[in-house]
Nanobody, 115 residues
Framework: VQLQASGGGLVQPGGSLRLSCAASGSISNINAMGWYRQAPGKQRELVAVIRATGRTSYADSVKGRSTISRDNAKSTVYLQMNSLKPEDTAVYYC??????????WGKGTLVTVSS
């Protein structure tokens, strides 16, 4: 399984970004897909996850400002982030959790929120 993330970049405070993560390869037992982030000097943390059932969960820090969604036909998950804050600056990683094989990770995409 390969995960290709895109959509990061530099955005001003209050702006928006949409991250995309396309999965390819042997995908048959997806439990969930989600986004994690890691800021400099901090541990990686969950941002948002969407389960096979469609149920979503968000970190409190992004709740109300972010929406995770998926396109099953494209095996792609999206993270729409609005009202971005400087503290959202981090490397964002796509994750796929497979019931059998465990976790797969994409290469990170950097999001910088700065004026």
């Amino acid at each position: 399984v390969q995960l290709q993330a895109s959509g990061g970049g530099l955005v001003q405070p209050g702006g928006s970004l949409r991250l995309s993560c396309a999965a390819s390869g042997s995908i048959s037992n997806i439990n969930a897909m989600g986004w994690y982030r890691q800021a400099p000097g901090k541990q990686r943390e969950l941002v948002a996850v969407i389960r096979a059932t469609g149920r979503t969960s968000y970190a409190d820090s992004v709740k109300g400002r972010s929406t995770i969604s998926r396109d099953n036909a494209k095996s792609t998950v999206y993270l729409q982030m609005n009202s971005l804050k400087p503290e959202d600056t981090a490397v964002y990683y796509c994750n796929l959790n497979d019931w059998v094989a465990g976790d797969y990770w994409g290469k990170g995409t950097l999001v910088t929120v700065s004026s």
